[in-house]
């Protein structure tokens, strides 16, 4: 844990930058709206770009880049399913990225959790875009934890943990439970 927080202390602009992705990680769980979402997506991808590329990580700053197009890309489309697909076009660019700035377990890590998100991001229904991107949180848990990122480990282990309560909210609201009508 020393060395995250001493990136942490190296590189203030990196830190500044990752505590604005971190708020915005934070914030994304509650939304409910799929534009709500995928505009706090948006920020989120683009502040971690610019934290990883500060610290020199260039598969996090290159993915984390290509999530913030493929985001832009996915609010412009909406709902309509022909315009939608033009998302996936990214994942195989995300690979490209990976395997040009390698950088072993970390870049591994780095790609699987944008693949995860992308194919999240493509979701019409709000609680599959929640779980898909969900399943993307221990693989930037992973790169995170690899590069010293402290501000977006954060970020990512409460993301995770308020992305689930979220999750299983809306799960509980759409099957009508008692439980739901409580919170």
């Known amino acids: 844990m020393t060395s995250i927080f001493t990136h942490f202390a190296d590189a203030p602009l990196a830190a500044a930058f990752g505590m604005a992705g971190l708020a915005g990680q934070l914030a994304w769980p509650l939304l409910r709206k799929r534009c709500q979402i995928l505009s706090a997506q948006f920020g989120i991808a683009s502040c971690y770009a610019t934290q990883y590329a500060l610290m020199g990580q260039w598969s996090g700053t290159g993915v984390c880049a290509i999530g913030a197009g493929q985001t832009l890309i996915a609010m412009i489309t909406g709902g309509r399913p022909r315009l939608r697909c033009v998302g996936a076009c990214f994942i195989p660019l995300v690979g490209l990225i990976s395997f040009l700035t390698w950088n072993g377990v970390a870049s591994a890590f780095a790609m699987t959790a944008c693949c995860l998100v992308m194919i999240g991001r493509m979701q019409r ?45 809306e799960c509980q609201a759409r099957r009508g439970t008692p439980a739901a009508e409580a919170a």
């Open 125 to 169: 229904d709000a609680i599959r875009m929640r779980a898909v991107m969900l399943s993307a949180a221990p693989f930037g848990i992973g790169y995170d934890l690899t590069v010293g990122a402290a501000p977006a480990l954060a970020g990512a282990i409460l993301s995770a943990l308020v992305g689930g309560a979220a999750l299983y909210r």
